[in-house]
């Protein structure tokens, strides 16, 4: 048993470095472990940074689009009360077009009958001055030739003259 146990110890003598390089293992993965912990820890603080800047920013876009929306509420109220206000305009302009149409279209009517009428005074009117102005054609050609009164007339002081 003698060379089993000196081979043993043997082992056992050589064995002396595992502990240490065992330790200084753990030392290491401890570090390691340690600065991967700071490098997380730094990663969180800037994301939270970050997160705080695009908290900050979705914010003031929110807020934005907000104000925006009531803008846009208060331009589609203005653009109904615009749009009731034309119709009712367009309305009025139609109503007082067809009257004014109607009233035009009784004028002309007007007109019109007043120009038959007229039409009608200057046919008569007409007719009787050709009438007159015949009867004094007339008139005159029997004073010329003094087949009328008045040729009797002359005829007596015309032979009392001699």
């Given at each position: 048993?003698?060379?089993?146990?000196?081979?043993?110890?043997?082992?056992?003598?050589?064995?002396a470095?595992?502990?240490?390089?065992?330790?200084?293992?753990?030392?290491?993965?401890?570090?390691?472990?340690l600065?991967?912990?700071?490098?997380?820890a730094?990663?969180?603080?800037?994301l939270?940074?970050?997160?705080r800047k695009?908290?900050g920013?979705?914010d003031?876009?929110?807020?934005?689009?907000?104000?925006?929306?009531?803008?846009?509420?208060?331009?589609?109220?203005q653009?109904?009360?615009l749009?009731?206000?034309?119709?009712?305009?367009?309305g009025?302009?139609?109503q007082?077009?067809?009257?004014v149409?109607?009233?035009?279209?009784?004028g002309?009517?007007?007109?019109?009958?007043k120009?038959?009428?007229?039409?009608?005074?200057?046919?008569v009117?007409?007719?009787?001055?050709e009438d007159?102005a015949?009867?004094?054609?007339?008139?005159?050609r029997?004073?010329?030739?003094?087949?009328g009164?008045?040729?009797?007339?002359?005829?007596?002081?015309?032979?009392?003259?001699?």
């Open positions: 048993m003698g060379s089993h146990t000196l081979a043993l110890l043997q082992i056992v003598a050589d064995a470095w595992v502990g240490p390089t065992v330790a200084i293992s753990l030392a290491v993965i401890a570090l390691s472990i600065a991967a912990a700071i490098a997380v730094i990663a969180a603080l800037r939270s940074s970050q997160a695009i908290s920013l979705v003031g876009l929110q807020d934005d689009a907000a104000q925006a929306l009531k803008a846009v509420r208060r331009l589609t109220e653009g109904q009360d749009m009731v206000l034309v119709r009712h305009e367009a009025a302009f139609a007082t077009s067809r009257r149409r109607r009233k035009l279209v009784r002309v009517d007007r007109v019109e009958h120009l038959e009428d007229l039409e009608t005074l200057y046919d009117v007409h007719g009787e001055v007159t015949l009867d004094v054609a007339a008139t005159l029997s004073v010329r030739r003094g087949n009164m008045l040729g009797r007339v002359r005829r007596v002081l015309a032979a009392g003259r001699a």
